[in-house]
């Protein structure tokens, strides 16, 4: 059963970036498409981006357009989500998932915390 494994989250200022990393565990594994999704204090899960796997297309949430980009890197099996000019809103635990049939994520990591600071 593959892995997957995000990192990157920390405590940042308003208005500043972090990289999230979400790596599988298996090298040999080939997706559909992976996605962040996010979840803050006392709210549902909300989808935020995903991307293709092997076209490299991308579909982000309105909330998050022109601010976070999601990317992969083919030969190492991860996904990165980049954020920039972040905001108190966007404290939440990211998640990355996976999907190898359509975008029916099956596979989720287990959560990296981002928590924006005013």
């Known amino acids: 059963q593959v892995q997957l494994v995000a990192s990157g989250g920390g405590l940042v200022q308003a208005g500043g970036s972090l990289r999230l990393s979400c790596a599988a565990s298996?090298?040999?594994?080939?997706?559909?498409?992976m996605a962040w999704f996010r979840q803050a204090p006392g709210k549902e899960r909300e989808f935020v981006a995903r991307?293709?796997?092997?076209?490299?297309?991308?579909y982000y949430a309105d909330s998050v357009k022109g601010r976070f980009t999601i990317s992969r890197d083919n030969a190492k099996n991860t996904v990165y989500l980049q954020i920039h000019s972040l905001k108190p809103e966007d404290t939440a635990v990211y998640y990355c998932?996976?999907?190898?049939?359509?975008?029916?994520?099956?596979?989720w990591g287990q959560g990296t915390q981002v928590t924006v600071s005013s």
């Open positions: 998932a996976a999907a190898i049939r359509a975008f029916e994520f099956d596979y």
């Open positions: 991307i293709r796997w092997s076209l490299g297309t991308t």
């Open positions: 298996e090298l040999t594994f080939r997706p559909n498409a």
